[in-house]
């Protein structure tokens, strides 16, 4: 069965230091997505991409984040300064137009400290 | 504003027991509600999904129905087994290839 793999699993930072969260979507999906889910609270929708292009954005998503898909396997979010409440699991998800094909991978656990 | 509402927050059950999670939906335009498990630290996984024209959908032990008049639909997990403890998340899908819009789950704990 297809996977979406996300690294690293968790991950440590300084505030103020810039984080990489890594994703390889499912190969032949065309469509990829960032979530976050506070401890306790509910996933929220980060950004989606489309055509190597941002299509929807959160107000969660500031100008202090970002994605590329760099080399046409990898997807990635970045962090350009974190800050404390950006502690979160972030969730890639990738997504087929048969419209069932909703993956997700198993989260980067990411600690500002 | 586009909203998904789980009940009850948390519930306790005997191992073999069945039991019934609700959630309530205000998003437009509607596409499909998913249900999903997610274990503790771990990514949701699918459980079933249902587009607009679908009343109800089994996978398992796992019934979910759909009621797109009143924006309801019900998780039914039967003869439940520890394994089955886990956050159950209701999404709903808006528009086409859109964004989820997540619910906030309900805690299952299933003992012996």
């Known amino acids: 069965e297809p996977e979406v793999t996300q690294t690293p699993s968790h991950q440590v930072t300084q505030m103020g230091q810039e984080v990489i969260l890594r994703c390889v979507p499912i190969?032949?999906?065309?469509?990829f997505y960032w979530y976050r889910q506070i401890l306790g609270q509910k996933v929220e929708f980060l950004v989606s991409?489309?055509?190597?292009?941002?299509?929807?954005k959160s107000e969660i998503f500031d100008d202090q984040f970002s994605v590329e898909r760099p080399d046409g396997s990898n997807f990635t979010l970045k962090i350009r300064s974190t800050k404390l409440e950006d502690s979160a699991m972030y969730f890639c998800?990738?997504?087929?137009?048969?419209?069932?094909?909703?993956?997700f991978g198993s989260g980067t656990r990411l600690t500002v400290v | 504003k586009n909203q998904v509402e789980q009940s009850p927050q948390s519930l306790i059950i005997l191992e073999g027991k069945n039991c019934t999670l609700q959630c309530n939906y205000t998003v437009s335009p509607f596409s499909n509600l998913r249900w999903y498990k997610q274990d503790t630290g771990r990514g949701p996984v699918s459980l079933t999904i249902m587009t607009f024209s679908e009343n109800t959908k089994s996978n398992g032990r796992y019934t979910a129905t759909l009621d797109a008049d009143t924006k309801q639909s019900s998780l039914h997990i039967t003869a439940s087994q520890l394994s089955d403890s886990a956050s159950y998340i209701c999404v709903v899908s808006a528009g086409y290839g859109n964004k989820l819009v997540f619910g906030a789950g309900t805690i299952l704990r299933v003992k012996s």
């Open positions: 991409f489309y055509n190597n292009e941002i299509s929807e």
């Open positions: 190969s032949n999906h065309l469509y």
């Open positions: 998800a990738s997504y087929q137009e048969d419209f069932y094909g909703y993956t």
